[in-house]
Nanobody
Framework: QVQLVESGGGLVQPGGSLRLSCAASGIIFSIYVMGWYRQAPGKQRELVARIGASGGTTIYADSAKGRFTISRDNAKNTVYLQMNSLKPEDTAVYYC?????????WGQGTQVTVSS
């Protein structure tokens, strides 16, 4: 049974940083493309960042470029999202995603709130 468990969300002031983690189990983690998505109230879920199976390829949403960094540790079955210079508009539920072919799995999400 596939499980993706996010952690690291919370309340942070504008300009602050958070590091999200997503621990995967039930899959051969190293062959999956992993991604972070977010969904703000009243908005559609959107891609934040994606990383290839080996970690050599990354894609970022324009809103994340220069501020967020996605990385993975295949030995720990974990993907990370380092978020710096956070803005109020980054407030959302952040979801971890695993994709390979037709397989697509989501975590339960972790809330990130950026507010003073």
């Amino acid at each position: 049974q596939v499980q993706l468990v996010e952690s690291g969300g919370g309340l942070v002031q504008p300009g602050g940083s958070l590091r999200l983690s997503c621990a995967a189990s039930g899959i051969i983690f190293s062959i999956y493309v992993m991604g972070w998505y977010r969904q703000a109230p009243g908005k559609q879920r959107e891609l934040v960042a994606r990383i290839g199976a080996s970690g050599g390829t990354t894609i970022y949403a324009d809103s994340a470029k220069g501020r967020f960094t996605i990385s993975r540790d295949n030995a720990k079955n974990t993907v990370y999202l380092q978020m710096n210079s956070l803005k109020p508009e980054d407030t959302a539920v952040y979801y971890c995603n695993a994709v390979r072919g037709s397989f697509n799995s989501w975590g339960q999400g972790t809330q990130v709130t950026v507010s003073s």
